[in-house]
């Protein structure tokens, strides 16, 4: 489920997207709770909502180069805290060159 302060993120992404010629990558992520195969399927999963989200608000497929899971293998933040298992639970646009 997307939440409020995501939709709002996603809406301006929608913006920048269906006006620029861009292409990104859509990357899950998870934090280390969990075994890895789930990790793993939840973060593609993840990154397909945020996918399907764009595409379904006019974003073209075509600037969207991938869509990809990464379980819990790029944390940006430590796992061993509530805060920073919060914030490597995320998806992010990565800008294509």
């Known amino acids: ?10 809406d301006e992404a929608v913006n ?10 859509v ?3 998870t934090d280390s ?7 793993q399927k939840l973060s593609e999963c993840r990154a ?6 764009l595409t379904g608000h ?3 497929g075509g600037s969207i180069a991938s869509v990809n899971g990464y379980g819990e293998s ?3 933040d430590t796992n061993e805290t509530r805060e920073g298992r ?6 992010e646009l990565v800008v294509q060159k």
């Open 33 to 39: 709770v969990g075994t890895d195969a789930y990790n």
């Open 1 to 10: 489920n997307l939440r409020p302060d995501a939709v709002a993120i996603l």
């Open 48 to 53: 397909q909502v945020v996918a399907d989200y």
């Open 74 to 76: 790029r944390p940006i």
């Open 16 to 25: 920048v997207l269906t006006k620029r010629s861009i292409r990104v990558e």
């Open 58 to 60: 006019g974003v073209s």
């Open 86 to 91: 919060a914030r490597n639970r995320r998806t």
């Open 27 to 29: 990357a899950g992520h």
